[in-house]
């Protein structure tokens, strides 16, 4: 199971697996540079590695879409999917599936680049479908959607 940690006050996401493996993801250092783009870094974090990426921008003009509306429909599905949805970004890609006993397992890529040379660091968190998924995907939207309060959801 995993769980997270809104810190609104730091603007700051944690997402952290518990078991074996100590794994999270942290969101920090948000910024807007104008009303369609936000910039932030995620780092990932297990007993042997960590990896950063200091710069993820993401834009409405991206074919990626937002990642909140991703989470979202994430948590919207709850009774499951088959296969796996991506949500995919230069610098960050979560790949979603759907697994037995009702969880979602969200696999995080962090990678300096889209080139063959560029690094890449994979991590895998895991969330009940339903409830722990929406709340995580309400979080990740107060942490996407900074200072624009109008529809954001309640949890």
């Known amino acids: 199971m995993s769980h997270f940690e809104a810190f609104p006050e730091q603007s700051e996401l944690i997402v952290r ?23 932030f870094a995620v780092e990932a974090v297990s007993d042997d590695l ?10 409405v003009w991206d074919g990626a879409g937002d990642l909140s509306e991703f989470l979202d429909a994430l948590a919207r599905d709850f009774h499951g999917w088959e296969g796996e949805r991506v949500w995919l970004n230069n610098h960050l890609i ?16 962090l990678r300096s680049g ?10 895998t ?17 107060g ?4 200072g624009q309060t109008e529809d954001l959801p309640q949890h």
């Not at 697996?17 to 910039?39: K, L, N």
């Not at 960590?50 to 834009?59: G, K, N």
């Not at 889209?114 to 991590?123: D, G, M, N, V």
């Open 114 to 123: 889209i080139f063959p040379e560029s690094w890449r660091c994979s991590l």
């Open 143 to 146: 942490f996407l959607h900074q």
């Open 17 to 39: 697996s518990s078991g074996p493996q100590s794994t999270s993801i942290r969101f920090f250092d948000w910024s807007r540079t104008d009303e369609s783009e936000v910039v």
């Open 125 to 141: 968190t895991t969330f009940e479908a339903g409830e722990e998924m929406a709340t995580f995907a309400v979080d990740a939207r």
């Open 50 to 59: 960590r990896a950063c990426i200091d710069t993820v921008t993401v834009s």
């Open 94 to 109: 979560l790949a979603a599936t759907f697994g037995s006993g009702g969880h979602v397992h969200l696999t995080w890529t």
